[in-house]
Structure formats: structure tokens, C-alpha cells
T-cell receptor
Framework: GAGVSQTPSNKVTEKGKYVELRCDPISGHTALYWYRQSLGQGPEFLIYFQGTGAADDSGLPNDRFFAVRPEGSVSTLKIQRTERGDSAVYLC??????????????????FGEGSRLTVL | KQEVTQIPAALSVPEGENLVLNCSFTDSAIYNLQWFRQDPGKGLTSLLL?????REQTSGRLNASLDKSSGRSTLYIAASQPGDSATYLC?????????????FGQGTILTVHP
């Protein structure tokens, strides 16, 4: 697509429930990232995919958080046993691969509109 | 660990003023620095990206400079307009091995009033 697409835009759930957030990156971008933004703060890195594999998941806060990208395009962020502290905006971004030799590869990240998660 | 600070936290100016937003980072060994705009309830829009080998980038009324040695970047907005009102975020990529792993500042909330 023309831009990074995220669904749902808003999700309200109850404490303890399971949640999935979806990200569809820009066509041709093999690198995909998830960030989390709490109110009044800058986004914080969660995980980075290069193709189908998670190249860096050092930002995932605990084992309740998991992300997949089975076909190297769409990614799903999964949160188990949600807690009120998980409430935030979850942002997805994509970029050209780190190894891309394209002259357009400046390392620039393009973000989606985010999925706002509220855990009651 | 890289830390990014933005000053001021908030800024309110009348329309037409030229203004400067500041960003500082603690580790000068960066790969690139990116400035974003965020409107309320929206995602991030990339404004300018400066590679570590560059000193500045310009786009329209925006000019971003980078001084790696002092760990600073500034975003200059000329002839501000009410439509420029938004939160401006600075983000640093701390090296090739951290590609795409950005460290963000907390942002500067800009209000331009008519």
C-alpha cells in the first residue's frame, strides 16, 4: 500500500484478555518495527523484523508480548493477559532493509497511525 | 545507553515567528537523526532525516542541523503558521547495528496562534 496501515485504530479490552494488533507495511519494505508510546512520552522500541525473523526483540517488556511476521509482510503484535499498564499507542513502522543498496536507503522509518490500546 | 532530550517541552508563538526546537543526545556515535511531527491522536510523519555525515537538511520552511561532536540537533521553522501546531519529536539511530532502533526524545509541543 501507499503507507503503513495499522488495525484496529482503537481497541478497548478488559484486564486479562488477549489482544492482537496488525500492521501492513509499505510495499517493498522488508524491515518492520513495533514501538509503544505512552501518554506524553516519545515512542519506545519493542521489536524489529528483517523479513520473517525477529532481528532484535530486546524492547519487548516481558513474555506476555510476542510478535510474528510469517510471510515477511504483515506483522501481528500479540499481547497475552493484558494489564492496565499495557494501555498505550502501539506504532508500527517500516523501512528498506539495512542491507539494501538502493540510493533511497537512508534508514528513514515510516510510521503508521498507530493502534490505541486501552485496558480497563 | 543513548538518551535524547528535547527543549523546550512546550512552545507557544504568534503566527509568522521563526522558531528553533532543540534536541540533544548523549552518545555522539550515531547513524542518523530523524525529526518527526505528530498531530494529536495520530501517528508520526517524517519531516527530515540527517545522516551522520551530513550537517543539515532542508525541506520547505524547515531546516534541521546536526552537530555530532556536541550531541545536538536543531529544527528551525521559518514563518510559522497555525497549521504547524503539533508535537515535534527528535529520534536518533545509534549506529549501523541499531538500524531502525530509534531513541526518541519526549517531544516539543508547539502551538502557533493566529
Amino acid at each position: 500500500g501507499a503507507g503503513v496501515s495499522q488495525t484496529p485504530s482503537n481497541k478497548v479490552t478488559e484486564k486479562g484478555k488477549y489482544v492482537e494488533l496488525r500492521c501492513d507495511p509499505i510495499s517493498g519494505h522488508t524491515a518492520l518495527y513495533w514501538y509503544r508510546q505512552s501518554l506524553g512520552q516519545g515512542p519506545e522500541f519493542l521489536i524489529y523484523f528483517q523479513g520473517t525473523g525477529a532481528a532484535d526483540d530486546s524492547g519487548l517488556p516481558n513474555d506476555r508480548f510476542f510478535a510474528v511476521r510469517p510471510e515477511g509482510s504483515v506483522s501481528t503484535l500479540k499481547i497475552q493477559r493484558t494489564e492496565r499498564g499495557d494501555s498505550a499507542v502501539y506504532l508500527c513502522a517500516s523501512s528498506l532493509s539495512r542491507g539494501s543498496s538502493s540510493v533511497l536507503n537512508t534508514g528513514e522509518l515510516f510510521f503508521g497511525e498507530g493502534s490505541r490500546l486501552t485496558v480497563l | 545507553k543513548q538518551e535524547v532530550t528535547q527543549i523546550p517541552a512546550a512552545l507557544s508563538v504568534p503566527e509568522g515567528e521563526n522558531l528553533v526546537l532543540n534536541c540533544s543526545f548523549t552518545d555522539s556515535a550515531i547513524y542518523n537523526l530523524q525529526w518527526f511531527r505528530q498531530d494529536p491522536g495520530k501517528g508520526l510523519t517524517s519531516l527530515l532525516l540527517i545522516q551522520s555525515s551530513q550537517r543539515e537538511q532542508t525541506s520547505g520552511r524547515l531546516n534541521a542541523s546536526l552537530d555530532k561532536s556536541s550531541g545536538r540537533s536543531t529544527l528551525y521553522i521559518a514563518a510559522s503558521q497555525p497549521g504547524d501546531s503539533a508535537t515535534y519529536l527528535c529520534a536518533v539511530c545509534s549506529g549501523w547495528t541499531s538500524y531502525g532502533k530509534l531513541t526518541f526524545g519526549q517531544g516539543t509541543i508547539l502551538t502557533v496562534h493566529p
